[in-house]
T-cell receptor
Framework: GEDVEQSLFLSVREGDSSVINCTYTDSSSTYLYWYKQEPGAGLQLLTYIFSNMDMKQDQRLTVLLNKKDKHLSLRIADTQTGDSAIYFCAEGDTGRRALTFGSGTRLQVQP | DTAVSQTPKYLVTQMGNDKSIKCEQNLGHDTMYWYKQDSKKFLKIMFSYNNKELIINETVPNRFSPKSPDKAHLNLHINSLELGDSAVYFC?????????????FGPGTRLTVT
């Protein structure tokens, strides 16, 4: 079955870059997503990448996809304290199946 | 103008009780989901409905029963609540077919069983 794995915790200093990594197993994944969850809140889609792309940039966010290794990463440039949250990667298809989420990476930004 | 709303936001109840959580989306989406997030933040799909039809039913105790009266609503009824049911339950919706089809999440319902 599908499996998505992430490291659980990352701590960076304000202004540094953060890189959050994710690996997945389902080669039929069509889209890979990054969601952000702030304390006490729901999940908010940050960005996504189509499986035939290898990079996507969106302002401070850069997503890299290595489809051969089934490795996805999210880079946040100039990390701010407001970026402190849990970041989930997820994989899905274009059909009706639910997303499969990783365990989430808690990003802590030190001032 | 909330896209996906859930009620209640917090629910504290005793073991053995029966409770319901309601979800509504005003996005015109045809697919709705219930996810459970445990204390370690793991998110797992429980159920999915498409146009009022159950399409995903993961290994969930049959004390949990989803109901979709129309495609804008998906409610979750839980019988004989147990301590292990304590979690945050998220409703989500997704529209169309094909393309990126982002899932929109509700704010969550934090259920505490004492």
């Amino acid at each position: 079955g599908e499996d998505v794995e992430q490291s659980l915790f990352l701590s960076v200093r304000e202004g540094d870059s953060s890189v959050i990594n994710c690996t997945y197993t389902d080669s039929s994944s069509t889209y890979l997503y990054w969601y952000k969850q702030e304390p006490g809140a729901g999940l908010q889609l940050l960005t996504y990448i189509f499986s035939n792309m290898d990079m996507k940039q969106d302002q401070r966010l850069t997503v890299l996809l290595n489809k051969k290794d089934k490795h996805l990463s999210l880079r946040i440039a100039d990390t701010q304290t407001g970026d402190s949250a849990i970041y989930f990667c997820a994989e899905g298809d274009t059909g009706r199946r639910a997303l499969t989420f990783g365990s989430g990476t808690r990003l802590q930004v030190q001032p | 103008d909330t896209a996906v709303s859930q009620t209640p936001k917090y629910l504290v109840t005793q073991m053995g009780n029966d409770k319901s959580i309601k979800c509504e989306q005003n996005l015109g989406h045809d697919t709705m989901y219930w996810y459970k997030q445990d204390s370690k933040k793991f998110l797992k799909i429980m159920f999915s409905y498409n146009n009022k039809e159950l399409i995903i039913n993961e290994t969930v105790p049959n004390r949990f029963s989803p109901k979709s009266p129309d495609k804008a609503h998906l409610n979750l009824h839980i019988n004989s609540l147990e301590l292990g049911d304590s979690a945050v339950y998220f409703c989500a919706s997704r529209g169309g077919f094909g393309g990126v089809r982002e899932q929109y999440f509700g704010p969550g319902t934090r259920l505490t069983v004492t």
